[in-house]
C-alpha cells in the first residue's frame, strides 16, 4: 500500500472539511452563486501560478479531448454550491457525511462497470456493506 498516497489524500479530506466551513460563511456574507465564483477564481489564480512556474501539460491539448472531459470544471462548480447551501444549514460534519456517501455509491458503480478508464472491481456484499454503514453514518451525523 502506497502510504504516501493515502497521507495525500487524507490531507485532501481535512482541506475539504476546511474549504466547506470557510465556503459555508463566505456564502453567507456574499451569496451562494458569488462565494462559489470567488472560491474558483482563488482557485484558477493559485493553478495559473502553479502553471506558471512548472509548465507541466499542455493546455493546447485541450482542444483534441473528449469535451465530455471537460465537465469537471462544472460539477466542481455545483459541489461548491451545493456545499454552500448545505453547511450553514445542516453542518460540516452531516454535508461531508452525505457527500462521501455519495460519492462512494457512484465510484462502486463507476469502478464495477470500469467506466471512465477505472479499473473494474466488482460490486459484492463487502462494498454493499460498506455503503449501508455509510447510510447509518449519515442518519447518526445528522440526527439531532
Known sequence: MNW???LLVLIAGAATSIQAGVNGLLGKRVGIIEAALVSFTVGT???FIIY???RKGSLQSVFEIPKWQLTGG???ACYIMIMVVAVPRIGIAAALTTLIVGQL??????DHFGLMGAKQISFDYKRLAGLVLMGISVYLFYKK
Open 4 to 6: 504516501f498516497v493515502l
Open 52 to 54: 506558471i512556474l512548472t
Open 74 to 76: 462544472l460539477l466542481g
Open 45 to 47: 489564480i493559485f493553478l
Open 105 to 110: 455509491a457512484c465510484s462502486t458503480m463507476i
